[in-house]
């Protein structure tokens, strides 16, 4: 799934791998495969100029574009950034080494909330160590919408037909209809996921214009869609920063909602083991951390003190996350959502 909005993902490609260096003298390399523009610029120089070394970097815009490259074969790779149902299979898998708490001090800064999200593959941050809790949500824009009920009932709402669009990301849509009948959006009893298919075919479908996993931040920007479910920071890319409060209201619904924790891992063959476990240690002081999350404008929820050193106001509160759950790998039972997503689009048709 691809999070960010496809101008920046356009530039991403268009320069591939970036290098950082404070100098042209033969340097050991440091070597990040990450989400676009992930980690900001000025982090990355300031951490090839403190433990001299060059940083390069080669950037993916999904989970599956990354696992697939590095399954395929791809080396070289030191570190990466998986969200946490890749990370738990590539744990799995044996693609990534143990933490070495010795070079992490600080670790102390890691919300022990974030660790508890990760309980089912890696509580103790063994193989991983979490870089940012992300929520999906319900962004409607203030000046279109008047009166709604911070629910996935406004999906129901056939006076917003033609105006509204879901995520095209079947676990994501899937999800937020599961969630709003009571379910786990992890669960993989047939009839609750029946039940949340029929939700969305009977109920939502014929009020959405379509199915939308990129596109929909233009869209709400542009004032054509009205209400999106999906991820904040691909409508708040799109909306002139001086507008973010007038224009958009992005909530967590009542009844929870899907959310993505990635983590940084490293990888079995890095070649600069103590350069990685540095990055990550780094990544985590409080004054760097501000740094990615005003980048970003995320709330500082993985690391308990970035939020003192942070200049801008993120795009939610940190306190949505609590009603968050993650997306998490349920094996061959996927097979099943698939089954059932392609009905929901052949309704769409």
Sequence with gaps: MKRFNSARLAAAAAVLTLFFSCSREKKETFNLYNWSYYTPDSVLEQFAREYNCTVKVDYFDSNEMMYAKLRAGAKGYDLTIPSQDYTSIMIKQGMVQKI???????????????????????????????????????????????DYEKSYSIFSRADLGGHMTMMDDMRVTMGSALRHLGYSLNTTDEAQLREAAGLIIREWRPNLVKFDAEGYGKSFASGDFWVCDGYAEIVFA??????????????????????????????KDARHYDLAMKFIDFSH????????????????????????????????PAELLEKCELKMDVGEDLSKYDALWQEIRFSAE
């Design 100 to 146: 070495d708490h010795s070079q992490f001090p600080n670790a102390k800064y890691i919300n022990p909330e974030a660790l508890k999200k990760a309980a089912a593959y890696d509580p103790d941050m063994t193989w991983s160590v979490p870089y940012c809790l992300a929520a999906s949500g319900i962004s409607v824009n203030r000046t279109k919408v008047k």
């Design 238 to 267: 799109e909306v002139p920063e001086e507008k973010h409060d007038e224009v958009i209201d992005f909530f967590v619904p009542e009844e929870g909602s899907a959310a993505y924790l990635d983590s940084m891992v490293i990888l």
């Design 285 to 316: 002081r409080p004054e760097i951390y501000a740094q990615f999350c005003d980048a970003l404008k995320f709330p500082s929820y993985i690391n308990t003190e970035a939020g003192k050193y942070t200049k801008k106001k993120p795009m939610y």
